[in-house]
């Protein structure tokens, strides 16, 4: 077992709200038009009157390192698998209590009939482990990226050195 962290980032200064990510994921899920969303992108409005900045970010489950959501699951239906730190969900074992949703800080899972549902990194449609889930390759800005999180700390390291401008950040910061 590889034991990697793999995750999500979005460069924000990229994503023109196009919708091509969260359309992918429904597309490639199987999920229908108005029901749950395991991707979506969001609008954050700054500043006033004439001076108004516009940023979106596309967001889905975190997959984070101690998920509060499989911590509260009284069904044991939520589980972080060892080998990426993906996490899932068991829908066989979830019973709906939206024990899940109220510990998530992110306000990610969602509820159909099948119970609770949130983004697998394209596991349940075949993507293998490490490999590019779909919201990935339609993105046609290049706004989302999806890796390790060694490898999606180094590109927030890339984008903070140009953002600041200086020639380098110490290794320390990097890792």
Same mark, same amino acid.
């Given at each position: !077992? +590889?034991?990697?962290?793999y995750g999500?980032y979005t =460069?924000t200064?990229?994503?023109? /709200?196009? !919708?091509?990510?969260?359309i992918?994921?429904?597309q490639?899920n199987?999920?229908?038009?108005?029901?749950v969303?395991?991707? &979506?992108? #969001?609008t954050? =409005? /700054?500043? /006033?009157?004439?001076?108004v900045?516009r940023?979106?970010i596309s967001?889905?489950c975190? #997959?984070?390192?101690?998920?509060?959501?499989? $911590?509260v699951c009284?069904?044991?239906?939520?589980? &972080?698998r060892?080998? %990426?730190g993906?996490? *899932?969900? %068991?829908?066989d074992?979830?019973i709906?209590?939206?024990? @899940?949703?109220f510990a998530?800080?992110?306000g990610?899972?969602q509820?159909?009939?099948d119970g609770? =549902?949130k983004?697998d990194?394209c596991?349940?449609?075949g *993507?293998p482990?490490?490999?590019t889930p779909? @919201?990935i /390759?339609a993105?046609?800005?290049?706004?989302l &990226?999806?890796?390790?999180?060694?490898? $999606?700390?180094e $590109?927030v390291a890339? &984008?903070?050195?140009?953002?600041i401008?200086?020639e380098?950040?110490?290794s +320390?910061v990097v890792?």
């Amino acid at each position: !077992m +590889s034991n990697q962290q793999y995750g999500f980032y979005t =460069d924000t200064s990229r994503c023109i /709200t196009c !919708m091509a990510c969260a359309i992918a994921c429904k597309q490639w899920n199987g999920i229908k038009a108005g029901t749950v969303a395991r991707r &979506k992108v #969001h609008t954050i =409005d /700054t500043g /006033t009157f004439p001076n108004v900045t516009r940023t979106f970010i596309s967001m889905n489950c975190m #997959h984070c390192s101690q998920p509060a959501c499989a $911590l509260v699951c009284p069904a044991g239906a939520i589980s &972080k698998r060892e080998e %990426d730190g993906i996490v *899932v969900v %068991d829908k066989d074992r979830c019973i709906g209590c939206k024990y @899940c949703f109220f510990a998530c800080p992110f306000g990610i899972p969602q509820y159909n009939e099948d119970g609770m =549902d949130k983004c697998d990194c394209c596991l349940g449609n075949g *993507v293998p482990s490490g490999g590019t889930p779909h @919201c990935i /390759t339609a993105c046609p800005t290049g706004a989302l &990226k999806y890796g390790t999180t060694s490898e $999606l700390s180094e $590109l927030v390291a890339e &984008k903070t050195v140009r953002f600041i401008g200086v020639e380098s950040l110490p290794s +320390s910061v990097v890792t």
